[in-house]
C-alpha cells in the first residue's frame, strides 16, 4: 500500500471514529433521550443525513474536524490534501454537487409585476472610466445614461449608492481647495437626473464635510440616508428609512455605515456624530419597517464583509443587502440567513440590477438557488481561511505579533462557527431547495460600464468642466 492509501485509510478511520464518538456521547447513559431519525438518505457529498436529528447534533457540534472534511473530499474521489508537519491544510471549497434534476418552471411574470433596483457604489471619487490598457470600465456618464435606459417604459425601478462615492481617500487628503466640492456636486447633480432615490452615507461622502454634504443633497433633492448614524443630541443625523410604494410591492430601505469606521473617527468628531451598533440598529429598523407594511426589506451597506456576515445571519427579516466598504465584485446573489447580499467593485466599474419577480407572497428565493448557496459556501471557505491564516502565522515562532489566550478562543470559536455554518450549506446544496410555483424570486445582472456603452451628454458635459477648473494632476 503506497503513502497515499495509507493516509486516505487513516483519514476515513479518523473519520468514522469521531462520528462513532460523538453519537456515544450523544447517546450514553444518563443523558437526555434524543427522538430518533425518521428517515437516514446518502447525500451526493457521501455523508448520511438524518432529516431531523443529524442537524441537530451538527449545530450542537459547531465544529468539523479537519480530518472529517478531508475524508468527505476522498469520499468524492477527490485525492486528498498533502500532509503538512502531520496536519492536512484547511479545507476550503468543497466539490461542487453532482447536477440535479431542474424544478418545476416558474411562470413568466409581466414587467408590472416585477420590481427593478440598480446599484452603484464605491466610485471613490472617481468620474472617469478606469485608465486599464485593456477593458477600461467605468464613468459617471455611463451609468447615468444606462440607469435611464433601464427605466424607459418600466415604472416600477428604484436607484440607489450605496456609498464609498463622493472622494478618493479617506481623509481626503489629494484634492485641492473646492475641488471636492465641484465634484460632489456633478455626483450628485447626475444622480438627480438619472433618477437616483436616495445615497448612503458612509466615510467617503462624511469625509467632505457634514454641512457640504447636506447643502448639496438638498439642492439636487438627493436623499442622505442612514439608519446608525446620530448627532451630539442623539437624534439621527441623517434620513433612517425610506419607504416607496413600487408597483406591487412596498419597499423599505435603510443605510448602515461600519461599527469601526477608523479613519473616519476624526470626521466623526469633528461633526458631532457618533455610530450606534449596526445589528442593534438595524434590528429595531426591521421591525419597524414590517409594522408599516413592507414586505421587502432593503439595506444600502458600507460595513465591512464581516459585519455583512454579522447582520445577515442575526437580524431577521433582511431581503436585501447591498454593498460593502470590501467593494467586492459578486456576479451571482449571495444567499445568507434570509436574505441575500451581492456588491459592486471599486471605481464605479460596475452596476448591479436586482428583478424581484413578484407571483405570490412570503419567502424570497433566488431564480437561482443552488447558485446563490455555492457563493455563500465559498464566502464561508474564504473567511475560514483568513482566519486559520491568523492562526498559522501566530504560530510562526519568528512571527512578530502573537495571539493572547483570549483572542485565540474568540478566532477557534469562529472558526468552530464558521465550519459548521458551511457544513449545513453543503447539507442544503446537496438535499435540493424546492421553488414554489407561486415564490418570489430575486435575479442579479451585475452590468460592467464598458466602453461599448454611450454616455448621458449632460453628465459629461459637467464633467468636463470640472476637468478644466481642476486638471488632473500628473500622477492621480
Not at 302 to 324: A, C, F, H, N
Request: net charge neutral.
Amino acid at each position: 500500500m503506497d503513502r497515499r492509501s495509507k493516509v486516505t485509510v487513516g483519514l476515513l478511520i479518523v473519520a468514522l471514529v469521531a462520528v462513532a464518538g460523538g453519537l456515544w456521547h450523544r447517546f450514553q447513559p444518563g443523558r437526555p433521550a434524543q427522538p430518533a431519525a425518521k428517515q437516514y438518505r446518502v447525500l451526493t457529498s457521501g455523508m448520511v443525513e438524518a432529516e431531523a436529528t443529524h442537524r441537530a447534533i451538527l449545530a450542537e457540534a459547531m465544529l468539523v474536524p479537519k480530518e472529517m472534511e478531508a475524508a468527505q473530499a476522498q469520499s468524492r474521489g477527490v485525492p486528498p490534501p498533502p500532509i503538512l508537519n502531520g496536519a492536512p491544510p484547511e479545507t476550503l471549497a468543497p466539490e461542487p454537487p453532482a447536477e440535479k434534476a431542474p424544478g418545476p418552471e416558474l411562470p413568466e411574470v409581466p414587467p408590472s409585476q416585477q420590481v427593478r433596483i440598480g446599484f452603484s457604489g464605491g466610485a471613490v471619487g472617481d468620474t472617469d472610466p478606469c485608465g486599464c490598457a485593456h477593458n477600461p470600465l467605468g464613468g459617471l456618464a455611463k451609468r447615468v445614461r444606462w440607469w435611464m435606459q433601464q427605466t424607459q417604459g418600466r415604472p416600477n425601478t428604484l436607484a440607489f449608492d450605496v456609498g464609498g462615492l463622493m472622494v478618493p481617500n479617506v481623509p481626503n487628503t489629494v484634492d485641492r481647495p473646492g475641488e471636492a466640492v465641484a465634484r460632489a456636486d456633478v455626483f450628485l447633480r447626475s444622480m438627480a437626473r438619472a433618477g437616483y432615490a436616495g445615497l448612503n452615507v458612509g466615510a467617503h461622502e462624511l469625509a467632505l464635510g457634514l454641512a457640504d454634504l447636506r447643502r448639496l443633497a438638498a439642492a439636487h433633492h438627493i436623499p442622505l440616508l442612514s439608519a446608525n448614524l446620530y448627532d451630539s443630541s442623539g437624534k439621527s443625523a441623517f434620513q433612517r428609512v425610506l419607504i416607496k410604494q413600487v408597483g406591487p410591492v412596498k419597499v423599505g430601505v435603510f443605510g448602515l455605515i461600519t461599527g469601526q469606521p477608523m479613519d473616519v473617527v476624526h470626521t466623526l468628531s469633528e461633526n458631532a456624530l457618533h455610530v450606534e451598533a449596526p445589528n442593534l440598529v438595524a434590528g429595531t429598523v426591521v421591525k419597524e419597517l414590517r409594522e408599516q407594511g413592507c414586505q421587502l426589506i432593503v439595506v444600502l451597506s458600507q460595513l465591512s464583509r464581516m459585519e455583512v456576515d454579522s447582520l445577515m445571519s442575526q437580524v431577521k427579516g433582511i431581503d436585501l443587502v447591498l454593498g460593502s466598504v470590501n467593494m467586492d465584485l459578486t456576479t451571482e446573489l449571495l444567499a445568507n440567513g434570509e436574505g441575500f447580499f451581492s456588491d459592486t467593485f471599486t471605481k464605479g466599474k460596475y452596476m448591479g440590477l436586482v428583478t424581484i419577480s413578484v407571483r405570490g407572497s412570503g419567502h424570497l428565493y433566488a431564480a437561482n438557488m443552488t447558485a446563490a448557496l455555492n457563493a455563500q459556501r465559498a464566502e464561508l471557505a474564504t473567511q475560514v481561511q483568513s482566519l486559520q491564516a491568523q492562526i498559522d502565522q501566530a504560530g510562526d515562532p519568528h512571527a512578530p505579533l502573537k495571539l493572547t489566550k483570549e483572542t485565540r478562543e474568540i478566532i477557534d470559536h469562529q472558526l468552530a462557527a464558521l465550519r459548521a455554518r458551511m457544513q449545513r450549506v453543503t447539507l442544503d446544496i446537496d438535499s435540493g431547495v424546492t421553488i414554489p410555483k407561486d415564490a418570489n424570486t430575486v435575479e442579479l445582472e451585475m452590468v460592467g460600464m464598458g466602453q461599448d456603452l454611450p454616455d448621458d451628454p449632460d453628465s459629461l458635459k459637467w464633467i468636463d468642466k470640472l476637468k478644466v477648473k481642476y486638471p488632473k494632476v500628473a500622477g492621480h
